[in-house]
């Protein structure tokens, strides 16, 4: 959860779409017939390269590998992924907010057994008042924003808005113990409306590659 809300506050300190290029990672962005590959933190700068680099090209999927970054500029990703009928395929790691946004938008997820994917919260957490007046000032207006993005944005894809949040609710802590965030199994995500996810492998278990980073949320029958 700290680690979204630096993201979060570090946006609105920075001065989100106003930020040097000096100041940003970029992601390595590559188009390769009908795929575009994407390996780096989610922000707008780099979004937007690869939505520059996808000019001319049919793409049919996605093939990610990011730790997350800011929000509404992945949820813009997200966006153009499902209304293109693009397919998402994850390269290692989709954490934070791609997986939020980005792994969800897929029209199918192709997932291998050593994947790491993880939540660990959203735009709709809750979160600590900034002490700066105008820094919480210009974080209400931002956070409203993503809030209200988030929710179309689930709508759209069809998926509950609990999806990214459910860890930090009552009855459902599952950062206990230091990890980062948390995981679902295959039938759980289906239950928040994560559909399509195709194992390359026949099956994925993190609990074996990453259970002291990610522990496994369980959902009870109705959700």
């Not at 931002?142 to 990214?164: C, D, F, H, Q, W």
Request: charged share 25%.
């Amino acid at each position: 959860m700290n680690k979204l809300l630096g993201i979060l506050s570090l946006a609105i300190l920075s001065g989100c779409a106003s930020q040097s290029l000096d100041d940003v990672e970029m992601a390595k962005v590559e188009v390769f017939e009908d795929v575009l590959f994407y390996d780096g933190e989610l922000n707008e700068e780099s979004i937007n390269l690869a939505l520059d680099k996808v000019q001319g090209h049919q793409i049919k999927r996605v093939n990610i590998k990011s730790p997350g970054g800011e929000v509404t500029s992945s949820m813009i990703f997200a966006n153009w992924i499902r209304s293109n009928g693009i397919d998402v395929e994850i390269n290692e790691m989709c954490f934070s907010s791609c997986a939020n946004y980005v792994f969800p938008a897929g029209v199918h997820k192709y997932v291998s057994e050593k994947d790491f994917i993880g939540w660990h919260g959203s735009a709709h957490q809750k979160y600590k008042k900034l002490p700066d007046p105008e820094a919480e000032k210009s974080f209400q207006k931002y956070i409203g924003k993503a809030r209200e993005m988030e929710t179309k944005l689930y709508k759209y894809l069809g998926v509950n808005s609990k999806l990214p949040i459910m860890g930090q609710l009552n009855g459902y802590s599952c950062q206990r113990h230091d990890e980062w965030g948390w995981y679902y199994s295959v039938s759980d995500l289906k239950k928040l409306g994560v559909d399509n996810i195709v194992l390359t492998d026949g099956h994925w278990d993190p609990s074996r590659y990453h259970s002291k980073k990610l522990c496994q949320l369980i959902l009870p029958a109705q959700v």
